[in-house]
């Protein structure tokens, strides 16, 4: 797991954004192209950025948890 802490609140929230329209991306990219090495690559990536998402996700609700 990255350590996010150092990250601002806002910081995470636009992390948090980006790496949702990447996936986004990704998956369309995903869909339209074919052919096992481009498959391969792209779901490389769709893992990497799903894992770096939730690790953002968890970080927001601890911190959340922390406020209360």
């Keep these: 797991m990255t350590d996010f802490s150092q990250l601002s ?4 929230a636009n992390r948090v954004a ?12 995903a869909a339209a192209q ?7 690559r792209l ?7 799903s894992k770096e998402l939730d690790d953002l996700l968890k970080e927001q609700e601890q911190r959340a948890r922390a406020r209360k």
């Design 34 to 40: 074919s052919g096992a090495a481009n498959e391969e």
């Design 9 to 12: 609140d806002g910081e995470i």
């Design 43 to 49: 779901a490389n990536r769709i893992e990497d950025q």
């Design 18 to 29: 980006v790496l949702r329209d990447n996936l986004r991306q990704l998956t369309e990219q």
